[in-house]
């Protein structure tokens, strides 16, 4: 069940996602987002050059706007790639791995 207060899925669950959609790109409308529940995720990999083979994958929810930004990888077949200029994904909310304390500027 998916509780209704803040953010609860950590960055494990959102690594699972990431490789849940990652292996199978054609299928992530069929993913459920592990934090919200819905099935509202998005997978883009983000791109520096033309033709490149790999991007930084990204995967997020629309429904909660919140998300994963990892590393450069190589984009899988059936994978979304977009120039990092005209990348059209919202602001939303990374999950921090547990070792990387949040920092904030403000
Ligand atoms: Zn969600």
Partial sequence: ???KSAVSATHANWLDSFQAAYAS???VKALK???CGRRALQLRFVTYSAGAIEGHGVVWCDACLTGLAGGPCTIPAGG????HDEADIPRFHIVPPPSRPIVSSN
């Fill in 1 to 3: 069940m998916v509780a």
């Fill in 33 to 35: 987002c592990p934090n």
């Fill in 80 to 83: 979304v790639a977009v120039d």
């Fill in 25 to 27: 790109p054609g299928n």
